[in-house]
């Protein structure tokens, strides 16, 4: 499980980065530098060499700077960081709105004592609801609802965006605030961070970790070993179906699998 640490950014700024991080994105405000199981969310990076540039056809970029001898790897720690993998042990990367520098983790060495560790500002599990739970809040049929999911940006006539709903396992989820926008005219709500990238149904969850489903449920249940058991805060049911928080699954199952992560999340990258 990964170490988050913030340093100078407000919640906002904060979040935005994180955004990017699992994205693979440059962000937009404040910069991240990540290596081994630690991601560093800055106002400013720290000086480095400049380094030499190297051509990528891929990605948010057309160019990356490097400081490792090897272009072959500085590639590779760059393709690693779009799909959400752990990068080379020795290698860093750093993510900017001016662009991506890969150098030795040796080059960076954290002042912990001016960070704090990265906190959420809102709890994703009451951000995220099914078709079912948005049709008794807001009296609206589920199967128009789910429709309605089914059909997201899919035309300029459709309802949800595709940043505002995703197919999980066998359910749909969908923004909270996109579904009280729609469906009772409340004031559109935004996040630094679409909550949709945050959790999961147990189903879809156990696929991407590559996990049984059973165990990843009664993890979530509380009824698993006593060391996969997820807490209060992890977890949230919501009628037979479980919604679990990544983070949770990160500390109990470890690193997710990175395909089936991109596969999840990729109508995300530009919430």
Known sequence: MSQIYVKSLSSAQAEACYSAFLTGQLPKDGCLITEGSHVY??????????GQGVPVNFGPVDWIHSLLSSQMKSVT???????????????????????????????????????????LSFDPLEEVV??????????VDA?????????????????????????????????????????????????????????FSTVEAAAIWNRDSGVVRSAAGGAGHAAARMMEGDRRKSGRIWLVRREAMNRLFGQAMPERMYAAIKHLENA
């Open 130 to 139: 099914t078709p079912q739970e948005a049709s008794k809040l807001y009296h």
């Open 41 to 50: 969310l800055l106002d400013a990076l720290p000086i480095l060499p400049e």
């Open 77 to 119: 720690a760059y393709r690693e960081f779009l799909l959400g993998r752990r990068l080379p042990a020795g290698v860093a990367l750093a993510a900017s709105p001016e662009g991506i520098v890969v150098f030795p983790s040796a080059s960076y060495e954290p002042d912990l004592g001016t960070m704090s560790m990265f906190q």
């Open 143 to 199: 199967k128009r609802i789910q429709w309605d999911c089914e059909h997201a940006g899919e035309s300029a006539d459709s309802i949800f965006s595709l940043q505002e709903v995703r197919h999980s396992g066998n359910t749909w989820l969908l923004l909270k605030s996109a579904a009280a926008h729609i469906y009772h005219e409340e004031p559109p709500i935004s996040f630094a961070i679409n909550p949709l990238l945050l959790v």
